[in-house]
């Protein structure tokens, strides 16, 4: 059987070190719908103008079509011996899509893991993380600043906008911050739309018998070494 793996957490949780490191370790893909349907928009078959269209409307993808999404990335070969699910499933209906498709090929869920974090600490973890381009090496200015050489707050000209975030790495490179983790109201309205969404989900697979929450706020290497211990007993 493969490895049938769904992450969840709130945006700061560490959810993309862990993928990465389930992904070199156990050699499975990680999917994120929202990779797969950013690349939507380079593709012209039917299935990809659909979602150009639903996407162009400003809708959200419904349930059938994101679960048509899922089953054609799952059927792709690098996905013969499972899957990361990061961002998927988002509802009951597509969860419960999600093990009927999964029965169907003689495969199940073999755990969900929750980063759960406190909610301060998430918001710090986005609000002050920047990466180097040059290395793809991630630090951030609260929690992990050993690369960084010097950090400011740079004044838009005319105030129109909030300070910027000036983050130096050692060797003078300037390092690159995600658009959205630079405004504080854009990551607050994640961490609302995180906690109404995924508590349905929470709950469904906590009566499944599935359910790994795994404390976040601990070093890398401790949250990768829990991940493992899990994976392991999964196996």
């Known amino acids: 059987m493969g490895l049938y793996l769904i992450l969840m957490g709130v945006q700061g949780a560490g959810k993309g070190e862990q993928a990465k490191f389930i992904e070199s370790t156990y050699g499975i893909p990680q999917v994120s719908t929202g990779d797969l349907f950013r ?28 679960n048509e999404v899922v089953r054609e990335r799952l059927s792709q070969p690098d996905a013969a011996n499972g899957v990361i699910l990061d961002g998927y499933p988002r509802t009951p209906a597509q969860a419960d899509w999600l093990e009927n498709y999964l029965n169907s090929r003689g495969e199940k869920v073999g755990a969900v893991l929750l980063f759960e974090i406190d909610l301060y600490t998430a918001f710090k973890r986005a609000f002050g993380r920047v990466k180097s381009s040059k290395t793809g090496e991630t630090f ?8 960084i050489k010097s950090y400011t707050w740079e004044e838009s000209p005319d105030k129109r906008f909030p300070p910027r975030l000036v983050a130096i790495a050692a060797d003078g490179e300037e390092l690159a911050r995600r658009p959205d983790d630079a405004s504080a109201d854009a990551i607050i309205k994640r961490i609302d739309t995180f906690l109404k969404t995924t508590q349905p989900l929470i709950d469904h697979y906590k009566r499944k018998g599935l359910l790994k929450v795994i404390p976040a706020e601990r070093s890398i290497e401790e949250v990768s070494a829990e991940v493992k211990r899990i994976i392991d007993a999964v196996k």
């Open 39 to 66: 690349a939507m928009k380079t593709r012209t078959d039917e299935l990809a103008q659909r979602i150009q269209q639903i996407m162009a409307a400003g809708n959200l993808i419904d349930d059938d079509t994101t």
């Open 140 to 147: 951030n200015i609260y929690s992990n600043a050993g690369g």
